[in-house]
Each structure stands twice: as structure tokens, then as C-alpha cells.
């Protein structure tokens, strides 16, 4: 089977149709092997009986149109649908006009290896009155087994009708003698339609306007999100999901199955953690598919537990997650008081942070605010009310007698320590108030001396879960010496880094700083506060454009960090000279101190006139009285060129064959100047002397 794969090329699975096409080729009529076995496959042409001797059309102006619909990705069904405007012409005699057209489609990979589907047979009847097999429409489906390029082909088509039959394809070479036609040597039709199928269908969460990570969002914010490996040009719903889903919106995807779609985060979305959900069909298979997605709540702040006097801890949760925060204490007008701190919030949105406040500072509260879209995030605390000392003071040294005493000093509604004697101790108060004092005139307290307790270690949360480690494997930087840099023009290259996480814990928008500069100590240039999330043993390329200034010149460090660890640091060396200044600069100071040189060592005019000798005396000719040009001879050359006929003009002048040039003449001189020369360096001699 020979095929000229027309069209194969790498494009993307369409639902666009291909045609309406001419097929290619043409038919053969013959008739099947009367002896053949009655189940045999319709396309066995053993045996066959030719009753044509040329190459039959397809029909009148034939025209095909195939498409493909359906799933693009491995475990889908990819679904095609074939047109064919005409057919053949059939022998008039026959007195049965009803018969069965058979379809062959092959599935061709890269490697142009095929996969036979099963013929897709459709009847047909000839109307009365007419000798042409009518239009026909077939449609099928196919598995996709594996990812990549490949294509549907139609292979050939058997019209069947009672006492003849048809093989139609893309061979268009006859040769009776050898015997190939259509029936025993097919070729593949013009009829292909390409695509590329993936491995899997993805939802993939691309950006969250207002976030800088792709796990939390905001009521307000916009979750934007990208699909592939969906059915072609079919509508996705998509939805926010906790414990309930809400109010889905659809994303419909092009022919490729990919698209793309923003999912708003309504005011009343439920908050915690969820995810984004898409539902869809993979072949007759329900498909969901969630990425993680927890909708923050209003941001808190609550007094730590370590608090004192001078130091104010304070914790917070439900902040936007990686993004700065400011604390401030103020006092009851609500002025500041003391520094403000600024910390990052967690990827979980939490923060801790410490204030130092002098110790007449009159703290009434702590509030913590932090940008969002262009509007202010702000939480509060009371300190008075919030009990900074969290309790650590309740019932001390209470219940001498009953116990009444116990609530004067109590902290934080603590009261879980008793007295020593017998009262209950228990205190409601909710101050921070100072240890319990022993009234006047009472006896001592016997305070008993410590005792060992057991110590129980717990283990760091986020170390169970695993740390999360950037580490940069690999710097260069590529780019090629223009021919600006060498005349001092700002020459540009490509930082690439190799980025791998090297950790246990999946690293979300890790940072990003870069410094250009000479020295040791050179501000950033560049940093971004995130700019993907790595898995756990992935890795990834970041290429990020470097650029230095007009009339750089010498060696300049290009280093930086990604993430926070000391395996996320890096640095190199960018060297840039732009020599052909230099080369210029060289060239100018060789032709000035050319030029001086040649001043210098210039003879004086006086002495070129002692070269030249004295002037010959007037109407005497120089030298031995010769002239090297015979001018008289010249007089009658030019005459010669007067006449184009090459006739003297005046013809009775007298004509001698001496030449222009007089070589005895042109000897002399040679000599005389060769004595002058020689003269010449005679007087050097005596004047360096």
C-alpha cells in the first residue's frame, strides 16, 4: 500500500474540515472472482476480472470534505465525518441499481506507521434515470492510543454493486501490460486530516489577579485558568469548590481542545480551602479535574503569647499569602507609637511579627494593614482587652484562707491555678494585670523549690511536611558581540539559570533579585516577587534579558538569588571591551606622529634649491640642451590624428619616423637625477655631522 501522505504535517487536531477537495487518483471496474469465498473481505481482489481499460474519474467534478471532532487526548475518541458530492458511472445493464460503498481509513503516527480501522459501509440506490452511484456520507470514530502527531487518511472505497465493482483511490498510473491499476496497486487519497494529541487533559491555574501565588485568592479577586487534551471546541463548565460548588461559568475550548478562561471569586464564595473544579468526558468516561484554590477570609491579628512590657508579639492569619504586612502599636487616639514592622506573610497567610515600644509608651492597640488591589487590608487588636500577658498571673499566691482574693489579680479569664491552701483561686478578670501581692502584716509564703518535669519535643509542623529548598545548577549567559559593542554601544546578552527544587515540599513564587555592576556591594537591578511553583526534584530554565549601559568597558559581576537559601545564590561574569575605539583611538596617534615625522625630517628650502642646481639661462634648455619629449616629432603626431582618414593634414610638411619620446634623451636624465641624489646625501651626511 503506497501513500504520498499529502498535507502531513505536525498541525494541532481541527475540527476545521479539509476540503472540499478533488481525492486524487481514480477508479478501476472489474468483476470479483466468481470462485472466491462468498465471506471474503470486500477489498480481495484475487482473481478479478478487469473491464476497464483506462483510468475511470471518481465521478462528475468530484469533491470530498473530511473532518475530525471529538477528544485530543490518550483514552479519547476522536470522531470523523467523510463527504463524498458524487460517484462513479455503473454499467447500465445491470437491473439491480441498489449497492454498499466501502470506506477504508488508515491512522498514520509520525513514523508514518498505520493502523488499519474497520471499513465504515454505507448503502446506496441508484436513481431511475440515472447511471452515477449517488453522494455519500460516512462517519466513524478511532481510539487515541498515543500522544503526538498522527492523521486519518482515507485509504481507498469499494462501490458494490450485483455483477460489478468499483476500487477507487489516489493511483493515477495504468499499465495493462504490467498490470497495475487501482484495484491491485492502490495509493493513498488526498484526503488526510493531521492532529496532535497529549498524554492527558490539564486544568492549570496560570494567574491569580491579586495574589502573588496560585493557591489562594480573595473574594473579588480573578482566578485566570488554562485547559488542554479537552474534546475539541466543546464548552467547559468551571467552578470554585469547598464543600459545595459554586455558580459555574463555561470555557470553550478551540479546536486544538485547549482554551483558556477567568473564573471571578464572587463576594459570598465560601471561605477555606477548595479548589477550581472542571468537569468533562474523556471518551464515554466522567472526568473531574481540580487544582487547589483556598478562598482567605478577613485577615486577623491576635496578641502572641510572649508578650510584655516592652515587647508586643503579635500572630495574624488570612493575609494574602507571600505579600508584606505592616504592624504598628498606637495608642488610644490611634496615633503610632514606636516603629512600624513589616513582615511577609506565610504561603498559608499567616504572620508573626514583634514590636519594641519604649516603657513609658502608652500601647492601647495593634493594627496591621496591607495593600490589595488598590484598596487597604486592616485588622486590629485591643491590648488593654486582649490580656498581653495571656494569663500567666491567675490565682498566684491566692486562697490563704477561702480563696475570694483569687480574682483581684487574675489574667487573661485564666484561673486554672489554685491557691495553695484550699481556695478555689479561680479568676474572671481579664487585665494584664501584675502578680498577686500578700496583704499587710501576712505571713511569708513558703514557695517550694522547682522540680524536674518531663519535657515533650514536638516536631516542627512544617518540617513533618517537608522544606522546601531552590538551588541554581547551572548560570550562562549567551548573546554574540555586535559590531555596536566594539564601537562603544551598549551591549546586551541572556542571563540563563537552571533552577531545581532540591527540597522535600513544593516551592509556590519563589523570589527573584539580580545585580549588574562592578564590586563586590552592587544594588539590585531587577527582582520580582514571584515567578512560578517547582515541584520536588523538578526543574526549570529562567532566561531573563541583561543589558549594560553605552561605553561599558572592563569586567562586570552579574549575580543574585532565587528564593531564600544559600543553594539559590549565583553569579558570573559579563567582559565587554569596545576595541575598535580603541583600534580608531591607535590609528589617529599613528597618523599624527606620521605627520610629525615627516615635518621634521623635511629637507629646508634651501637646500632643495642647492639640489636643483643653478636655473639654466634664458632660452637655453636644461641639462645637456635634450628634451625627453621631441616636440616637434609630437606637432606632427597630433596632426596625424586630425584627419580620421589618417591623412597628414598638411601633407606637405616634412615626415620622419623619430619617436615622441627621445630615449637617449630620457638616459641623460635618469643620470642627472642619480647625481643629484647622490649630491643630496652628501649634504645630509654633513649636516648630521
Known amino acids: 500500500m503506497g501513500s504520498a501522505l499529502p498535507g502531513f504535517v505536525g498541525a494541532s487536531a481541527s475540527a476545521a474540515p479539509v476540503g472540499p477537495i478533488d481525492p486524487g487518483g481514480g477508479c478501476w471496474r472489474y468483476l470479483p472472482n466468481p470462485a472466491a469465498d462468498p465471506d471474503a473481505a470486500i477489498d480481495d481482489v484475487d482473481g478479478i476480472l478487469a473491464l476497464s481499460t483506462q483510468l475511470e474519474p471518481w465521478g462528475v467534478d468530484p469533491r470530498m470534505t473530511l473532518q475530525t471532532a471529538g477528544d485530543t487526548a490518550v483514552g479519547g475518541d476522536r470522531t470523523y465525518s467523510l463527504t463524498n458530492s458524487t460517484g462513479p458511472e455503473v454499467l447500465p445493464l445491470l437491473s439491480d441499481r441498489e449497492g454498499t460503498a466501502y ?73 495493462l501490460a504490467d498490470g497495475i491499476n487501482p484495484a491491485t496497486t492502490p495509493q493513498d487519497t488526498a484526503m488526510l486530516a493531521s492532529m496532535t494529541t497529549v498524554a492527558a487533559q490539564r486544568l492549570t491555574v496560570t494567574r491569580v489577579v491579586g495574589q502573588d501565588v496560585l493557591n489562594a485568592a480573595r473574594p473579588g479577586d480573578e482566578v485566570e485558568t488554562s485547559l488542554s487534551g479537552f474534546a475539541s471546541e466543546t464548552k467547559i463548565p468551571l467552578a470554585l469548590c469547598g464543600t459545595t460548588c459554586g455558580r459555574p461559568v463555561e470555557a470553550t475550548t478551540l479546536a486544538d481542545g485547549s482554551g483558556t478562561r477567568t473564573l471571578p471569586v464572587p463576594a459570598d464564595a465560601a471561605t477555606g480551602t477548595g479548589t477550581v473544579r472542571a468537569t468533562t468526558k474523556l471518551g464515554k468516561a466522567d472526568v473531574v479535574l481540580d487544582q487547589p484554590m483556598r478562598v482567605l477570609a478577613a485577615p486577623t491579628v491576635r496578641l502572641g503569647d510572649t508578650s510584655d512590657k516592652n515587647r508586643i508579639r503579635v500572630a495574624g492569619a488570612e493575609w494574602d499569602p507571600l505579600r508584606q504586612v505592616s504592624v504598628t502599636a498606637v495608642d488610644g487616639s490611634g496615633t503610632p507609637v514606636g516603629n512600624a514592622v513589616s513582615v511577609a506573610a506565610a504561603a498559608t497567610g499567616a504572620i508573626d511579627a514583634e514590636l519594641t515600644v519604649a516603657d513609658d509608651a502608652k500601647v492601647a492597640g495593634v493594627v496591621a494593614t496591607q495593600d490589595h488591589r488598590g484598596t487597604t487590608l486592616k485588622a486590629t487588636v485591643d491590648v488593654a482587652a486582649g490580656g498581653a500577658g495571656g494569663g500567666s498571673d491567675a490565682g498566684d499566691g491566692a486562697g490563704n484562707d477561702t480563696g475570694n482574693g483569687a480574682g483581684d489579680n487574675a489574667g487573661n479569664g485564666a484561673g486554672n491555678d489554685a491557691g495553695n491552701d484550699a481556695g478555689s483561686g479561680a479568676g474572671t478578670g481579664s487585665g494584664s494585670s501584675p502578680s498577686a501581692v500578700s496583704p499587710p502584716g501576712a505571713a511569708p509564703i513558703d514557695i517550694p523549690a522547682p522540680v524536674d518535669l518531663p519535657v515533650t519535643t514536638v516536631a516542627d509542623p512544617q518540617a513533618a511536611a517537608g522544606a522546601a529548598e531552590l538551588a541554581v545548577t547551572k548560570v550562562s549567559l549567551t548573546g554574540s558581540t555586535r559590531f555596536g559593542d566594539l564601537m562603544g554601544g551598549g551591549p546586551d546578552r541572556v542571563l540563563k539559570l537552571r533552577v531545581e527544587n532540591v527540597g522535600t515540599a513544593e516551592v509556590v513564587a519563589p523570589g527573584l533579585s539580580i545585580a549588574v555592576g562592578k564590586g563586590e556591594k552592587v544594588d539590585p537591578v531587577y527582582s520580582s516577587d514571584g515567578f512560578a511553583r517547582l515541584a520536588p526534584g523538578k526543574s526549570l530554565t529562567l532566561q531573563i534579558p541583561i543589558g549594560l549601559p553605552a561605553g561599558a568597558f572592563g569586567v562586570y559581576t552579574i549575580s543574585g538569588q532565587v528564593g531564600e537559601g544559600s543553594s539559590g545564590a549565583f553569579s558570573t561574569t559579563f567582559e565587554t571591551y569596545p576595541w575598535g575605539l580603541f583600534a580608531l583611538n591607535a590609528l589617529g596617534v599613528l597618523l599624527i606622529a606620521f605627520a610629525i615625522r615627516r615635518r621634521i625630517f623635511a629637507p629646508a628650502p634651501s637646500r632643495v634649491a642647492s639640489l636643483a642646481g643653478p636655473p639654466p639661462a634664458a632660452g637655453a634648455s636644461s641639462g645637456d640642451g635634450a628634451a625627453v619629449i621631441d616636440l616637434a616629432v609630437l606637432e606632427r603626431w597630433w596632426a596625424l590624428q586630425a584627419d580620421g582618414e589618417g591623412v597628414p593634414v598638411n601633407a606637405g610638411a616634412d615626415m620622419t619616423a623619430d619617436a615622441v619620446v627621445d630615449v637617449d634623451a630620457v638616459e641623460r636624465w635618469l643620470e642627472r637625477c642619480s647625481a643629484r641624489q647622490a649630491q643630496g646625501d652628501q649634504i645630509s651626511a654633513k649636516t648630521t655631522s
Open 103 to 175: 470506506y477504508y481509513f488508515d491512522v498514520l503516527d509520525a513514523d508514518s506507521k498505520r493502523t488499519p480501522l474497520e471499513p465504515v459501509a454505507v448503502d446506496f440506490e441508484i436513481e431511475a434515470g440515472k447511471d452515477a452511484i449517488p453522494p455519500t456520507q460516512v462517519d466513524g470514530t478511532f481510539p487515541i492510543t498515543a500522544a503526538g502527531t498522527s492523521a486519518l487518511i482515507l485509504r481507498t472505497v469499494f462501490f458494490d454493486l450485483p455483477g460489478q465493482r468499483l476500487v477507487c483511490n489516489g493511483q493515477d498510473e495504468v499499465d
